[in-house]
């Protein structure tokens, strides 16, 4: 079993950055899609940003010229670079791999392993 453990995340004012990163536990994630997605309180899953094995990527509209996702394979790690973050960014940020339809796991969640979350708190 592939384990994903997110770190970075925490508290920022509005207009500042974080650097997510998710550690693999199993260099197979190299061969995988692998993204994030992120859940506030009382609102819908919502998918940030997912990176094909080769470093190809797709964003959320929402999150379009602000976030980078980027990968180091070598590393077994992915990252995600926020910046001009504001309070619609808070929410619990989850890492995930093994997207078995690609880019449409940014949508769908089809994901077939995650982690457990790390939060992110932009205040006003």
């Known amino acids: 079993q592939v384990q994903l453990v997110e770190s970075g995340g925490g508290s920022v004012q509005s207009g500042g950055s974080l650097r997510l990163s998710c550690a693999a536990s199993?260099?197979?994630?190299?061969?995988?899609?692998m993204g994030w997605f992120r859940q506030a309180p009382g609102k819908d899953r919502e998918g940030v940003a997912v990176?094909?094995?080769?470093?190809?990527?797709r964003y959320a509209t929402s999150v379009q010229g602000r976030f980078i996702i980027s990968r180091d394979n070598a590393k077994n790690t992915l990252y995600l670079e926020m910046n001009s973050l504001s309070p619609e960014d808070t929410a619990m940020y989850y890492c995930?791999?093994?997207?078995?339809?690609?880019?449409?796991?940014?949508?769908?969640?089809?994901?077939?392993?995650r982690g457990q979350g790390t939060q992110v708190t932009v205040s006003s």
């Open positions: 199993d260099p197979i994630v190299r061969n995988y899609y």
């Open positions: 990176i094909n094995p080769f470093g190809g990527t």
């Open positions: 995930a791999a093994e997207c078995s339809n690609g880019y449409s796991c940014l949508v769908d969640f089809n994901w077939g392993r």
